[in-house]
């Protein structure tokens, strides 16, 4: 283990005895959900992995230490810090906050990174980052980060803020398999299809477990994406969200926000827009995402003892 890794006992003891961990990151606690309702959620999302039999680790940088498995102090604490003194950390940026002992919310890049380090498998969020819409260079590095990292990330498709037929295409480019569960085009984030073909769909978590399987036994260094469609009962009206994400991504344009600030900014306005429906949606697909991550990394569990 590398020694710049904090873990909580609970999860070094499950990572030693080969029991199912499910990591979670913590940009969407800091800059993806307001307080409270960010620290309830992550608080949700762990318990969700636990009604699986799996142990959770959200993963974050406390003063400068990469944290696996925060406890519910801890992440109140990064909850409460105002945005601007916790670093948003994709790959650019994790060496640069455990050098200058900083605090940092891990961005899906960032948390398989460190998931990997730990010898976490399996990890659930909410939507992936993505190609920006008008902006085809701006390429979220967690699409970099699944071409090379071994992590099976549980998803809810790309958020529908993205321009998703060029984030498919980018996930093809870096040789990411997208496996639809339970369904066979990618989900939209708030709403449970784009419509664009994704393959091949499952319907269980034993199948997302063989596969994951089967990549390791090949010795494949890539990662895996596994989509799941928000909950039918939580699912936000595709034509309404997209008459957000067109306002509020114009309105990103407008006032000149830029980078790493887009997709923060572009979540929080869609949430207003729409009257917290928007939020609604991704809380119910944060929570389902974290249980399914939970039942995945139970089977492969069985898988390993097999
Ligand atoms: N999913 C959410 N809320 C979020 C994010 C994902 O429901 O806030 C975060 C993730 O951490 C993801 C990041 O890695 O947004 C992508 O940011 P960017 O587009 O700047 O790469
Ligand atoms: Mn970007």
Do not use: W
């Not at 709403?191 to 494949?220: C, Y």
């Not at 114009?250 to 729409?274: H, N, Y």
Request: one cysteine or more; proline letters at 6%.
């Amino acid at each position: 283990m590398n020694p710049e890794l904090t873990l909580a006992s609970e999860v070094a003891d499950a990572l030693d005895t080969g029991r199912a961990v499910v990591a979670l990151e913590s940009t969407l606690i800091t800059h993806g959900l307001p307080y409270p309702a960010s620290v309830e959620t992550a608080l949700a999302m762990e318990a969700a992995v636990r009604e699986t039999g799996a142990v959770p680790a959200t993963i974050a940088i406390l003063e400068g230490r990469i944290t696996v498995g925060l406890s519910p102090d801890q992440i109140d604490r990064l909850a409460s810090l105002p945005r601007g003194a916790v670093r948003k950390c994709s790959r650019r940026d994790l060496a640069v906050a455990v050098g200058l002992r900083e605090n940092g919310a891990t961005t899906v890049a960032g948390t398989m990174i460190v998931a990997h380090m730990a010898g976490i498998q399996v990890f659930a969020t909410g939507g992936i980052g993505g190609v920006h819409r008008g902006h085809p260079f701006d390429v979220s590095a967690d699409l970099i980060e699944l071409g090379r990292t071994p992590v099976a990330v549980v998803c809810a498709g790309a958020k529908s803020i993205l321009d998703l037929p060029l984030t498919l295409e980018a996930l093809e480019t870096q040789g990411v398999p997208v496996i639809g569960i339970g369904t066979d085009t990618l989900p939209a984030f708030y709403s449970r299809s784009s419509g664009l073909p994704i393959d091949p769909r499952i319907e269980t978590p034993q199948q997302a477990a063989a596969v994951i399987a089967a990549a390791r036994r090949l010795g494949m260094t890539h990662g895996l994406l596994f989509a799941v469609p928000v909950p039918v009962e939580a699912e936000f009206s595709a034509t309404a969200a997209e008459a957000a994400i067109q306002q509020a991504t114009a309105e990103a344009e407008a006032q000149g926000v830029r980078g790493r600030d887009v997709t923060p900014f572009v979540l929080k306005r869609v949430a207003e827009i729409t009257d917290g429906q928007s939020r609604r949606a991704n809380v119910a697909l944060l929570v389902n995402n974290a249980r399914v991550g939970g039942q995945i990394a139970v089977a492969l569990e069985a898988v390993a003892q097999s």
